[in-house]
């Protein structure tokens, strides 16, 4: 008793000095960092390794604004953030096209003042006017993506050209799945010739039988470093997003991508600025830097997705992420209803369960 | 005959307790070993390397949020400890009758799954108003650290001899002065075990810290969790390699200093 | 004698008053999104509906309670298995050397537990350490596929909570009287029979207040389930964390919330009745 009393002290007197006198820098540090306020502070919320440092250094010496890369993990955390602040707090948001739907039906986004943008003309026109803004007033497309099919030849006996070949029995335990829900459900309906954005509630059911016999080939599920399994040998076969292709075959050359002949799937993400962002000014002027042609190529050749930045498309060192023609082919997943929302749900808790 | 037996009892006890402690050290070693290894992948071993530790002490961002964690922990605990305690006391003295709920109540925090915690903070500070950030973060911590000390406290209390207090009442001591002068001094032991208990917990929380921080802040578990999701890199074994190296060293300082002052 | 005790009773108000805005309340409003309506795209509907409720019985979310309840208690009783004796062979160490593996146990603490985690991939993974170490001891021919299954969430879950366990059985067998076991033996018992009879029943409270504390978690680590389970099992814990997250449907999750925490209190109510023991004990 004595003993575990006096371990306790030592390691806290310890901690507690190192972490007092630590923390006195903090507080000073956080304290100087709230009261800047709006003047030259720019807060920037996406997921972690969205841009490189080149790129976050280069705007804060050019303009002075010192910028805050703040993190989410997932769409549904942002938004659910965005809500709670009210629009406030964050002054810059990438994210995926369809919660930006989300976004801007809650009006939480303002219109853009294009007038500050002067690059604006650089974006693709293939990746304007979606679903998610119709008339280009919110958003600023940064990357777009299509998951597919990368398999290792050497561990795969036969040549995988579609999603249906991922029920194949010879690919026991060994398929490595990106984790989002309305992807793999939209996968397994393209399988049959259904749209990925079904809404008919019987289709979904049947989709989700199907996909329940998918459970014995998969390995794992999971949305962050997918990749790894590939080239760590865990899996012979991943379905990745953009970002990880790119990354697997950067890394093994001898891997095989497969465009699935079903059709695609194809996702955008963009920049918006919330409604009540403490500097608007700020965000405007960090959408024209990424916009400008050398910055898009950096941010693409970094973060592996397709360049949605015309006037980048020349600059890119991994050719590869030039708009492919077939962008354009695939579908878009979007919201849905409430029900269908709730059957993809519940197809996507059975497949889980049935992979142990 | 019996002597010979238990001789040999306590040397299979020996065995077990080293295993299980290997079993427990077992993947801290392989993290402190593959910081020191040149690739930047776990499944190959390219020789030593320091590069690691090199790129941590560039990276600014892990350092704040080491900062910012030391400084929460720090904050919910002394709130921790102060309600804590003083609530112990209380609940063990006024026999309230509602004392066994609430106390209950009180020790949820550590009982009930993180996400849920963290969810129903996020829903609830919003609905308060309150700014996210290390005021938020602050008052969850605190919530689940309380019940830590909470209980260490009352276990303390329950095994004390009530006449010391009731003999410096008896002479006249105000109930203030007892508290600091004779209850705070025996339970003390109790607040600083329970406190060092909730700092690690504090420290390593990731679940409900990624639902109530800030725009602006990051603690250490949080960028770690991240930075796990976005490509493993060694340089997050390095920074685990000198938070453990800077524990070893703060406690053989101890030792030694314990040790001179008994000679 | 009065008056002390209404001094003493503000004693507690910091306590409770804490207790009902930070824990109380949130708990309370849980409760009440569980009875709201999902709202389409993102948010809640204040309409009231025990539809979230009636959906749990849906078989595919019982199936995962009933997974989770199945992994929670073979953890439980791993952990049972190797911390128990554990935590008794400590008790009888010398005063110094329960000392050191006091300390020797705490230590880990201060590793990030995810990192921890992590270090079990190195470890587990298919070109991993043990794989390598097996395959040139010449004892598998290829290399075996240890991650992402039911075992490895398993091995995960044991790694996290065992400390706790170590710990409580620690301090109920520490405090015990060890000549009651020694009186036992001289009245004739066999060494087997008087650790049943007697140690066995005195560190009870400490064995128990230990299942509960690797129990309940076993159910929300969801994130054990993600990194050593490949998502492929499903806790209570990842239902919630996916339904908040991804399915962005709040009242469901609050409703599973309001079951695990009613099936926590249960436990715990029930872990009282039996011990009669108002705290829980050994919690470090």
């Not at chain 1, 050359?253 to 996702?267: A, N, R, S």
């Not at chain 2, 006249?172 to 002065?177: H, I, K, L």
């Not at chain 2, 004779?182 to 810290?209: C, K, R």
Request: charged share 20%; hydrophobic share 45%.
């Amino acid at each position: 008793m004595k003993g575990k009393k006096r371990i306790g002290m030592l390691l806290l007197a310890g901690l507690v000095s190192a972490g007092l006198l630590s923390g006195c820098g903090g507080q000073t540090d956080s304290g100087k960092s709230e009261s800047g306020g709006s003047s030259g502070e720019l807060v920037l919320y996406t997921w972690e390794g969205m841009f490189p440092q080149e790129v976050l250094d280069g705007f804060e010496e050019e303009t002075g604004i010192e910028l805050i890369y703040s993190n989410f993990d997932t769409d549904e955390t942002m938004l659910e953030k965005l809500a709670q602040a009210e629009g406030k707090d964050y002054d810059l948001v990438i994210a995926d096209d369809y919660i930006i739907e989300s976004v801007v039906e809650e009006g939480l986004a303002q219109k853009l003042d294009k007038s500050k943008i002067e690059n604006f003309d650089n974006i693709n026109p293939l990746y304007q006017g979606q679903f998610y803004d119709e008339e280009d007033a919110y958003t600023v497309p940064y990357g777009a993506g299509i998951p597919l099919i990368v398999y290792d030849p050497e561990a795969v006996d036969f040549e995988i050209k579609g999603y249906k070949d991922l029920w194949d029995e010879s690919l026991k335990d060994s398929i490595a799945l990106t984790a989002n829900y309305r992807v793999i459900n939209g996968i397994t309906l393209l399988s049959m010739e259904k749209s990925m954005n079904e809404e008919d509630v019987a289709v979904i059911e049947e989709a989700g039988e199907k996909l329940k016999a998918l459970a014995p080939n998969v390995r794992m599920i999971q949305d962050d470093n997918t990749q790894n399994a590939l080239l760590n040998g865990e899996a012979s076969v991943a379905f990745l997003y953009t970002s990880q292709v790119t990354q697997v075959l950067s890394e093994n050359p001898d891997l095989k991508i497969v465009y699935p002949e079903e059709g695609l799937g194809f996702g955008i993400m963009a920049g918006f600025i919330p409604s009540q962002a403490p500097n608007s000014d700020a965000a405007h002027e960090f959408l024209d830097y990424i916009l400008q042609p050398e910055t898009g190529a950096k941010c693409f050749d970094f973060t592996g997705y397709y360049s949605t930045n015309q006037a980048a498309d020349e600059l890119l060192e991994n050719p590869d992420l030039a708009v492919p023609e077939s962008v354009t082919e695939g579908e878009i997943i979007q919201n849905v209803s409430v029900e269908a929302d709730a059957a993809y749900n519940k197809n996507w808790t059975e497949f889980k369960a049935a992979c142990d | 005959m019996r002597k010979k037996k238990t001789r040999r009892k306590i040397k299979f006890s020996e065995i077990y307790l080293w295993l299980v402690l290997l079993f427990i050290y077992l993947p801290i070693g392989f993290v402190v070993l593959y910081s020191f290894n040149e690739s930047k992948s776990t499944a190959v071993w390219n020789g030593f390397s320091l590069r690691w530790y090199q790129t941590l002490f560039q990276d600014s961002s892990i350092l704040e949020a080491l900062k910012n964690s030391l400084l929460l922990g720090v904050l919910s605990c002394l709130a921790a400890a102060a309600i804590g305690t003083v609530g112990a006391v209380g609940l063990v003295k006024a026999k309230a009758k509602a004392g066994g709920v609430m106390e209950y109540i009180s020790t949820l925090p550590i009982m009930i799954p993180e996400i849920i915690l963290g969810m129903v903070f996020m829903a609830f500070f919003s609905v308060l108003h309150l700014p996210f950030g290390m005021v938020t973060l602050v008052i969850a911590h605190t919530a689940f650290c309380i019940p830590y000390i909470l209980m260490m406290v009352r276990a303390r209390l329950a095994g004390m001899d009530p006449a010391l207090e009731e003999a410096a009442m008896d002479l006249g001591a105000a109930p203030m002065r007892v508290f600091f002068d004779i209850t705070l001094p025996l339970v003390m032991p109790a607040v600083l075990s329970g406190s060092l208990l909730a700092f690690a917990m504090s420290l390593d929380d990731v679940v409900i810290s990624i639902f109530v921080n800030g725009p602006r802040l990051n603690t250490l578990p949080v960028k770690v969790y991240t930075q796990m999701k976005f490509g493993v890199t060694p340089e997050i074994n390095a920074l685990c390699t000198i938070m453990l190296a800077i524990t070893l060293l703060v406690l053989v300082a101890y030792r030694l200093a314990v040790y001179k002052k008994a000679d | 004698m009065k008056k002390k005790k209404n001094l003493w009773s503000f004693a507690v108000l910091p306590l409770y008053l804490f207790t009902l805005v930070f824990v109380v309340g949130p708990l309370v409003y849980m409760a009440a999104i569980s009875f709201a309506t999902n709202k389409e795209g993102y948010g809640v509907l204040w309409r009231f509906t025990t539809e979230n409720y009636r959906k749990i019985l849906d078989p595919v979310y019982l199936e995962t309670f009933q997974q989770s309840l199945k992994l929670a208690f073979s953890s439980t009783l791993s952990i049972m298995l190797l911390g128990y004796p554990f935590g008794y062979f400590m008790a009888k160490l010398s005063d110094r050397r329960k000392k050191r593996m006091m300390l020797l146990l705490v230590i880990p603490f201060w590793v990030n537990s995810l990192i921890r985690l992590y270090g079990w991939i190195i470890i587990l993974q298919t070109k991993g350490a043990l794989n390598g170490f097996l395959l040139k001891l010449g004892l598998i021919e290829k290399p075996l596929k240890m991650l992402y299954s039911y075992p490895a969430v398993l091995l995960g879950m044991i790694y996290t909570l065992l400390p706790f366990m170590i710990l409580s059985v620690y301090s109920s067998a520490e405090k015990m009287d060890w000549s009651l076991v020694e009186a036992a033996m001289d009245l004739g018992a066999t060494p087997a029979q008087a650790f049943f009879s007697v140690t066995l029943k005195m560190t009870l409270p400490g064995l128990l207040s230990g299942m509960i504390l690797t129990f309940i978690p076993s159910m929300g680590l969801f994130f054990i389930a993600d990194i050593l389970g490949g998502n492929k099992i499903v806790l209570v814990g990842s239902l919630i964390q996916d339904q908040m997250s991804r399915g962005s449907n709040w009242p469901f999750a609050a409703a599973l919330a309001v079951i695990l925490t009613f099936l926590t209190t249960l436990i715990i109510y029930l872990y009282r009745k039996i011990t009669h023991v108002s705290e829980l004990e050994g919690l470090y």
